[in-house]
Every structure is written in C-alpha cells, then in structure tokens.
C-alpha cells in the first residue's frame, strides 16, 4: 500500500517553505561543518540508503508502475555504492616567485533540481549525494506521479544527517509538486543553480528561468554490432541494458544497427539469450502500437501506456501471443520506422539490416537526432570505433559493451543519474554542481623556495 506522505525531515506543504527551510539548513552545514562532517554524513547516507534499498525501491515501483522491482534494486544500489563524494571535488594550484594561488570549488547554495518518473528515487540520491559533497542542499520538483517514493528516499537521507548531528531539511521537496511549484523554486532568491533530469519540454522551461541551468535531456541511444565481433557477447550486452529496468534507462540501448553479414547469427544469438523474436508482421504492429504520431503531426512520441511495461504486458495488449516473461522482444525493422526513430523506453528493440558499416554508422548518427546522449559500437576495428565516435559525438560512448559500463557497470567509472547532455556537463558529480574561486597570496616572497 502507497503511505501518506508526512510533513517532517524535508517535506514541506508548499515549495517556498522548502526553499527557505533548504537555505536555511546550507548555512548551517557550511558555517558549521567541516569536509570531514560532510564524509561522515555521506557515509551514514550510504548506510541508511543500503538498509532501506528494498523498501525504497518496491516503494518506486508500486507507485510508478514502471521498469521491475529487482531492477530498480540494482540501480539503486549501483547508485548509492558508486556516487562520488567529498573526494572527487576537484581543486587546482598556480605557485612561482609571485606568490601562490589556489583554486577551489564553492557550493552554489540552494539548488532546485527536477527529477524524472522513470528515475526517481536513484536521482534524488545520485544528486542529494554529489550536491551534499559540494556543499549544496537541494530542492527537488519530482514528476508527481513519483513524489511518494521520491519524499520518502529524501527523508531516509536526512534522517541519517540528522542522526550522527547534522543539519536537518538538506534535501527538501514539497508534498504536491507540479508546475506551479517549479515556477516557487526557479523564482526563489537564493536558488542560483537548476539541475533538470527529463524529457525536452522540461528543459525548455528550465532555461527560461535565467538561471544556470544543468539540464539532462532525452536520448535515442543507437548502438552498431559490426561483423568482427563475437555476437552471442553482443547479443548478452544489449539484452543486459536494453532490457533493465524494460529500458526505462536513458542511457540503455533503444535501436540496433546491425551489418547484413552476421543479422541473421545475431538475431539467433538473442534468442538464445532469452529475447523473442517477432515476425516483420508483428514488428509493424510494434510500430504502430508502441509509438503513437504527436497530435501537433509533428514525428512520434513514445504510447505512454507500454513505458517501462513487461514484454508479456505489451505484446499481449497488441493481440501477440507470448509465453512467459522474456526480457525483451526484437524485430527487424526499416530504417525508416518510427520505433527506430523514437526514444521508446520499453523492451521492444528494432534492429535494422545494414549493408556495410558505412552504412550503419550513418542511420545511427541520424537515429541520435544530435542529443549528444549514448551510443555503442561493438567491433574490434579500430578505425570503426575513431570513424563512428568522431561522427556520433555523444556524451557516453562505448566499445564492446553496453552503455552501463561507462558507469561502473561491466565498465569503470562513477554512477551518475543525471547526465548533462544539452548543457555539456556530461556525467555529473560533485565537479558539476561548485562554483570555481580563486585564492591568491600575492607578492610571493620567495615563501616556497
Ligand atoms: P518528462 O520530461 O515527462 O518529466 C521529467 C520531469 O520534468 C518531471 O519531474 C516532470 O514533472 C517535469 N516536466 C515535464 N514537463 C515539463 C515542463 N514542460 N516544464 C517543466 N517541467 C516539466 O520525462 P520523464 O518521463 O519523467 O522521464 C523520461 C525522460 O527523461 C526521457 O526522455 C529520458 O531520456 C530523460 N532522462 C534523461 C536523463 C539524463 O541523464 N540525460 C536521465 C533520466 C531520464
């Protein structure tokens, strides 16, 4: 059963009492509180975060209806162990006979950041994380249809401020968060920096507000499978990224370019790893269902009813037969084809036949639509991989593995729900969210030498 949302550790009736409550906590937590206090809060965060990871993530589910419970488990985990904390702030030094000048990394303030339905939970602690490391506090505007699990991951993390003495109300929201609440926190005074996770029309309005803006914008990740590699690896990499979460992600993998020498041994490779396989009959249902024309006739948008479903749910809504519960279904598909076109985030992936790698490389740069977002290529030619990640210039772009292993998933690097396309951040941390100051002591004096 979803609870009742309690007005307590962050939670405030409207957006305006949040931002004041949340300036009034970061003034505290920098006058107050050394960067040893800021581990120490990170570290009981993670603690907490790890013991209510199931609660927090069923809580998700029932409440969104989207993705799979066992999923959201693993990104929440992934996201609480792996976001970088106090350690990463960066700091830089200049020093010579004149003197000795440091550079250092300042918190913003207060920060509003609006986070998606499709990521809610893991958002709030990948950005309450790195934000509390930079010395920010934040306010969030969650999707509503997401603001009782996203109140309650908030307050588990403040609570375990709270409890080894820190400030209360570091990450703050208000109980009923819509656009009008948004509009409170872009206009609060002392909100000088908005992080925004989501799709383009909630960018738009970030940037309207005149004030910095890190926005994180949509995807249609493409990915090429050329015809050196090995392809049951391939077909079990996609599979592990297009179909977590029922490819919620918007990092995961949304469309297949695949090179007409090795289509049909990939095509039995996923079968093999657990995808089925429709007919091309079944595939132009898939096209018509899953992805439905804007109303303004402007291309397509993805049929909300089918985001982040079950296969089974989705093929069997269509009049498709399917037994069990495959992780996802695949189909070939003209390139051409809105599913091909359109950032689906549900596990029916097109794959579209190539005839050379030109080719592919071309339908994929066009499938990106320049979001500048994810791709992947797997081949073991190198001027494949420089030609293809020249010409795709995405944010996150891999070799021979799915997108998750540019975040520490197969791969190395940071976890990052937040990944500035748009504004170039790229993969965020507490880098992203600091103000840069200089210190100098001037004249020098020859103090070093
Ligand atoms: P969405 O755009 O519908 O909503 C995102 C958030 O913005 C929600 O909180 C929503 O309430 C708010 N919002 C929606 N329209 C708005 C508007 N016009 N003005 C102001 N706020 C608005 O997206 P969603 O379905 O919640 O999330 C899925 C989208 O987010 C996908 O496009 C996905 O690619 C993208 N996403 C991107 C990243 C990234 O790091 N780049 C991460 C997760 C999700």
């Not at 490389?361 to 190198?382: D, F, G, L, P, V």
Request: proline fraction near 6%; glycine fraction near 10%.
């Amino acid at each position: 059963m979803i609870p009742e949302i309690k007005l307590e550790y962050g939670v405030f009736s409207t957006a305006t009492e949040a931002c004041a409550a949340a300036e009034k906590a970061q003034k505290d937590y920098v006058k107050n509180f050394t960067l040893n206090d800021r581990k120490r809060f990170i570290q009981a965060i993670r603690d907490a975060y790890m013991a209510n990871v199931d609660a927090i993530s069923n809580l998700e589910y029932e409440e969104t209806g989207y993705g799979r419970p066992d999923d959201k488990r693993t990104k929440n985990i992934g996201t609480i162990l792996a976001v970088p904390g106090v350690e990463y702030l960066p700091s830089n030094m200049f020093f010579g006979n004149d003197g000795l000048t440091v550079e250092y990394y300042a918190p913003f303030g207060v920060v509003g950041a609006v986070t998606p339905v499709t990521n809610p939970t893991a958002t709030v602690c990948g950005n309450g994380v790195a934000n509390l490391a930079a010395g920010n506090s934040v306010v969030f505007n969650p999707h509503p249809d997401a603001k009782v699990s996203t109140c309650f991951a908030l307050q588990i993390i403040n609570k375990a401020i709270v409890g080894c003495g820190g400030p209360n109300n570091m990450l703050c929201c208000c109980k009923n968060p819509s656009l009008d609440s948004l509009d409170e926190i872009m206009a609060f005074p002392s909100v000088t920096l908005l992080i925004g996770t989501g799709g383009p029309g909630m960018v738009k309005t970030l940037m309207s507000s005149g004030k910095k803006v890190i926005a994180a914008g949509p995807g249609n990740p493409p990915s090429i499978i050329d015809d050196d590699i090995n392809c049951a690896d391939a077909a079990k990499g996609i599979i592990s990224s297009s179909a977590f979460e029922n490819n919620l992600m918007c990092i995961a993998e949304k469309e297949v370019f695949v090179l007409d020498s090795i289509f049909d041994e990939f095509v039995q490779e996923l079968q093999k790893a657990g995808a089925k396989v429709l007919t091309r009959d079944e595939g132009k249902i898939m096209n018509s269902r899953c992805v439905l024309p804007k109303p303004n006739g402007n291309g397509y948008a993805t049929n909300k009813d089918f985001v982040g479903r079950n296969t089974n749910f989705i093929l069997h809504s269509c009049g498709i037969k399917c037994e069990g519960d495959p992780r996802i279904a695949v189909f070939e598909a003209d390139n051409d084809d809105p599913l091909v076109q359109t950032e689906q985030m549900m596990p029916i992936l097109p794959l579209v036949r190539c005839k050379n790698f030109e080719e592919a490389m071309e339908r994929a740069y066009r499938a990106e639509h320049n979001c500048k977002h994810s791709a992947t290529i797997w081949s073991n030619n190198s001027r494949h991989v420089t030609d293809f990640g020249k010409l795709i210039n995405t944010t996150v772009f891999v070799q021979n593995g799915p997108t998750l292993a540019a975040f520490g998933q197969g791969g190395s690097g940071t976890s990052a729900p937040t990944i500035a396309t748009p504004t170039g951040e790229g993969p965020t941390g507490p880098w992203s969210f600091v103000r840069k100051r200089r210190f100098a002591m001037a004249g020098g004096l020859n103090y070093l030498l």
